[in-house]
């Protein structure tokens, strides 16, 4: 089943008398999550995450807008009816139960026709922590488990009423970088496995982007971009979205456009037939660089890292924006011992252009579809 927000808003009013001014938590929020799909909900801190994941499980209400389950207008349907499963950003287990009860507890708490027989609660429950496999945990409280396996169960619980619609909100932000990584390719299996549409919130877009079929990258309330995370890492809109993606970050340099060639620090650094002249900030990916003899951009060497199957060439350029711009190379191509300046060519296809006040992409003839 999949979910349309439409103009979705939430302002929250200012609090107390002196206070000035309401918060707009979400502005005018439009996205679909196709049928079965993964969804990646992606942007800094504060910028409207949980509150559009709480508007869609129905536990805030929608200052404007709409929230559609396939035809089915939900938007003032109770949380109970929708169907949606949700872990929160801290987990929240029930500290004096134990693991079996923490995921039977939503099915115990439903009522009349819907409510399942004692068998079939159970049944439903051992299924759920079989999927993320903590059927040998069942009689553990919370405080005995790791923080991966209540992290476990915190998603058995939500599973367990068999949802339509499964919300994540930063469901892995306590763990370790390890355990992170296994429990996302946990997560990612368990949603392929059982097909349900889900949202999942996080700030760290290599998470996103890594278990996403489709990311939508927010600032302040507003969607910036969306589409699938290639395509969003290839073909940002806008500085924010080229700064938001990648690791390491894409460098940013003060340039100019001249008669179709950008200038960096006044050197010919590439051809961009189309653009206009003016001023621009280039965004050039750390794998854009290619090491070359006489190439046009000229940096001050600061140090060469060897970083498992990564080699990254530190240095300094004086248009780059940062302290440092960092290049990552293939060993191959760097020729004998390096010091004093070395010298780059720029991939067309990795470097971006963008309007040095609105910060928009500037699109080249190169690059326009
Ligand atoms: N109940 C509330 N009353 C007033 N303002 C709120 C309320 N809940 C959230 N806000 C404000 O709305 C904005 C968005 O908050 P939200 O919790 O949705 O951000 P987020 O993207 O989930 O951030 P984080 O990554 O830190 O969890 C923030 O400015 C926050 O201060
Ligand atoms: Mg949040």
Do not use: W
Not at 93 to 117: C, D, M, S
Not at 132 to 139: A, F, M, R, S
């Amino acid at each position: 089943m999949n979910i349309t927000l439409q103009g979705l808003t939430k302002r929250f009013p200012a609090r107390g008398r002196k206070a000035k001014g309401e918060t707009t938590a979400v502005q005018g929020l439009t996205f679909e999550i196709p049928d079965g799909k993964l969804v990646g909900l992606l942007g800094p801190s504060g910028c409207g995450k949980s509150t559009t994941l709480n508007m869609i499980c129905g536990l805030e209400t929608p200052t404007a807008g709409k929230i559609f389950f396939g035809d089915e207008d939900v938007t003032k349907l109770p949380p109970e009816l929708r169907g949606v499963g949700m872990v929160f950003q801290n987990y929240a287990l029930y500290p004096h139960l134990t693991v079996l009860q923490n995921i039977l507890f939503p099915l115990e708490n439903l009522k009349g026709a819907a409510r399942p027989t004692r068998q079939q609660m159970r049944d439903k429950a051992l299924a759920a922590a079989k999927l993320v496999q903590i059927e040998g945990l069942l009689d553990r409280r919370p405080k005995e488990l790791s923080g991966g396996q209540q992290q476990r169960v915190a998603i058995a619980r939500a599973l367990v009423k068999e949802p339509r619609v499964l919300l994540l909100d930063e469901p892995l932000s306590n763990l370790d970088a390890r355990l992170r990584l296994q429990t996302r390719e946990e997560i990612c299996k368990i949603q392929k496995k059982t097909g349900i549409t889900t949202l999942f919130v996080t700030h760290d877009q290599e998470e996103a982007m890594s278990i996403s079929d489709f990311i939508v990258v927010m600032k302040d309330g507003v969607l910036m971009q969306q589409g699938a995370p290639q395509q969003v890492y290839d073909d940002p809109a806008s500085l924010f979205v080229a700064k938001f993606l990648g690791t390491p970050p894409i460098n940013v340099f003060a340039g100019e456009v001249k008669g179709g060639t950008l200038l960096l620090a006044g050197q010919k650094a590439l051809t961009v037939p189309g653009a206009p002249d003016g001023e621009v900030y280039a965004g050039v990916r750390p794998e854009g660089f290619v090491p070359a003899a006489g190439g046009p951009v000229e940096c001050a060497l600061n140090r060469v890292e060897v970083l498992g199957r990564d080699t990254s060439i530190v240095c300094t350029h004086p248009a780059c924006q940062a302290d440092t711009l960092r290049a990552i190379v293939r060993p191959e191509q760097l020729s004998g011992p390096m010091d004093g300046t070395v010298r780059f060519a720029l991939k067309p296809g990795k470097v971006f252009l963008f309007d040095r006040k609105t910060e928009q992409r500037i699109h080249t003839d190169a690059t326009r579809a």
